[in-house]
Antibody, heavy 120, light 107 residues
């Protein structure tokens, strides 16, 4: 059974660095073809894909945020991390990690999301 | 980036009716289109992938189709549990992009 769960600080101040963790089970990120993405959603708005990392360690970023994003994974291939630097109120959102089934499009597996509020 | 223009922004329909939601891609995405259903406070649920393939466990009253760069989600025989917001997403090229969403209300 595939499960993903996000964790984060809940609230942080503007200009700080946001650190998020996606912990997952039921698969290994070392499996060929596996990719984990980060997606966010401000309250009442649409979804924005942020970044992804694949089984080979290749990283993909949304160009609109690329200079502020860093995605990484742990050596045991059971966690993925996302850092966003210089946050401001526009970064307030629910952050999800998600995964597609192997060799299939669309995100079939999502975490429950973690709400991050940027406020002074 | 590939832009996904979704319409309508909202619609209201009665139980048992059929509704259609559309997404227009700004360029050819070669059927790499997914549809999601999201209820308040929940994560999105994948309904359709590759434009017309039904995700396991999703009722057959949901269907997807395409015509050129226009993609459609049809929901037949609306049930009360179909009240939700629906999003399209292209999974052809990074950065993946989503439509703005369609809020479906049941009368």
């Amino acid at each position: 059974q595939v499960t993903l769960k996000e964790s984060g600080p809940g609230m942080l101040q503007p200009s700080k660095t946001l650190s998020l963790t996606c912990s997952f089970s039921g698969f290994s990120l070392s499996t060929s073809g596996m990719v984990v993405s980060w997606i966010r959603q401000p309250s009442g708005k649409s979804l924005e894909w942020l970044a992804a990392i694949d089984w080979d360690g290749d990283k993909y970023y949304n160009p609109s945020l690329k200079s502020r994003l860093t995605v990484s994974k742990d050596t045991s291939n059971t966690q993925v991390f996302l850092k966003i630097t210089s946050v401001d109120t526009a970064d307030t959102a629910t952050y999800y990690c998600a995964r597609s089934p192997l060799y299939q499009g669309g995100f079939a597996y999502w975490g429950q999301g973690t709400l991050v509020t940027v406020s002074s | 980036d590939i832009q996904m223009t979704q319409s309508p922004a909202s619609l209201s329909a009665s139980l048992g009716e059929t509704v259609t939601i559309e997404c227009l891609a700004s360029e050819d995405i070669y059927s790499n289109l997914a549809w999601y259903q999201q209820k308040p406070g929940k994560s999105p649920q994948l309904l359709i992938y590759d434009a017309s393939s039904l995700q396991d466990g999703v009722p057959s009253r949901f269907s997807g189709s395409e015509s050129g760069t226009q993609y459609s989600l049809e929901i037949n025989s609306l049930q009360s549990e179909d009240a939700a917001t629906y999003f399209c997403q292209q999974h052809h090229d990074y950065p993946y992009t989503f439509g703005a969403g369609t809020k479906l209300e049941l009368k």
